[in-house]
């Protein structure tokens, strides 16, 4: 095995997500709480958080079409990191919870430009040392920073400094992203090489089962709760202090990652019947977190990361075997817009539920995940 070799930049490009999620989910651990202190309502969070994944979502159906057409996927993921990591720092900033709102969506809007093109090269890295495993490699290591992200922002809190030199201390781990994503585009110019092969499939149009499995993620991404309303009623219901609410976080990021490698394990092994045990074990978690004591919290919260890392591992990995690969960028485009789309619907509707009744929010969270696994079921048995 070379340096150059499919696994050493699956690696890498893992290094880059560690720093990159190390910035902005350090940041995310404490945007419901500093939203609520600037003064927003839990209306106004569910909004952000929504729109945020929406954009960050929506947007990757134009820079996916872009990614395939250009194959300038390394253009593209340099502009994305850049708005991605550099929005968090400014978040020191601001002083009104509009601006803060403003740069919220800038950073999912960063997001949104890079990912297609990064799932991309990944997927042609993956090929053929198992795209379970290798989605669940980078997950993992993506999920590392994820952990210490927050961390770092609960530190900063027990030295007793606050919200703003919180988000200005993230401004370290975003420069180290930067630098290693430049030092993979000098050692790895043309990860498409790693597919052999692929320029001479012709071009095909999406199966049956790639749209019966967006309908059933978009279902999953309308009742998935995102951690900045779970973060605002933490805050809210003082069930928790301000300095565990970030620790809480941290939590779930580290389940994230290591339910990532194995679920990319059992996914190589039984394909979507992993996908579908992921959902149910995720089921439990907004029940446990919203309705429990300290104990079912920090319960529900580990469920609530294994949901999540089933998201960003093997979820996208099934993208790269129902896609032709010369459609993969707009592939993951498509899945990630209507994915995005059902996300912001279902957590602007989340925010207001938890307004007018949390148990309505429970329900709603749970039927709308549960209602997923037949179109799953249905995909499993024909792909």
């Not at 994230?256 to 194995?262: G, Q």
């Not at 469920?303 to 591992?313: D, F, P």
């Not at 929010?361 to 549960?370: C, I, N």
Request: proline share 4%; with cysteine; hydrophobic share 55%.
């Amino acid at each position: 095995m070379t340096y150059k070799s499919p696994l050493y930049f699956v690696i890498l490009l893992g290094l880059v997500s560690l720093f990159s999620d190390m910035t902005y989910e350090g940041a995310r651990s404490i945007t419901g709480p500093y939203l609520f202190y600037l003064g927003a309502g839990a209306a106004v969070v569910g909004f952000a958080s929504g729109f945020g994944e929406f954009i960050g979502y929506g947007l990757r159906l134009f820079s996916g079409w872009l990614a395939d057409k250009t194959k300038k996927y390394w253009g593209l993921m340099f502009i994305g990191y850049a708005l991605n990591l550099l929005s968090v720092p400014a978040l020191a900033l601001v002083n009104s919870w509009g601006l803060a709102v403003l740069l919220i969506i800038l950073e999912r809007t960063g997001k949104a430009l890079r990912t297609p093109a990064r799932d991309t090269l990944l997927s042609y890295a993956t090929f053929k040392m198992g795209r379970g495993l290798g989605f669940g490699i980078h997950e993992a290591m993506d999920q590392i920073g994820a952990f210490v992200g927050p961390l770092i922002v609960a530190l900063v809190f027990y030295l007793k400094m606050g919200y703003k030199p919180a988000f200005l201390v993230l401004l370290i781990p975003a420069l180290i992203a930067l630098s290693l994503l430049t030092f993979a585009r000098i050692i790895y110019p043309a990860p498409q090489k790693f597919e052999k092969g692929f320029l001479e499939l012709e071009t095909k149009g999406f199966s049956k089962s790639f749209w019966w499995y967006l309908l059933g993620m978009c279902l999953v991404g309308a009742g998935f709760v995102d951690f900045p309303l779970i973060g605002y009623h933490l805050e809210k219901t003082s069930i928790l202090s301000k300095d565990w609410i970030p620790i809480l976080y941290a939590l779930a990021m580290g389940v994230d990652a290591f339910s990532a490698i194995f679920l990319g394990l059992l996914f190589d092994r039984i394909g979507l019947k992993a996908v579908i045990l992921a959902i149910i074990l995720s089921l439990g978690a907004i029940p446990l977190t919203f309705l429990g004591g300290i104990i079912l919290i920090f319960l529900g919260m580990i469920l609530w990361g294994i949901g999540l890392g089933a998201q960003e591992s093997i979820m996208r990995a099934v993208i790269a075997q129902l896609v032709p690969i010369e459609k993969r960028g707009v592939g993951y485009g498509i899945f990630n817009t209507f994915f995005g789309l059902f996300w912001f619907v279902g957590s602007f509707l989340l925010g207001f539920l938890y307004d007018f009744s949390i148990l309505a929010l429970v329900a709603f969270s749970v039927t709308f995940q549960a209602l997923s696994i037949p179109f799953i079921l249905k995909v499993a048995k024909t792909a």
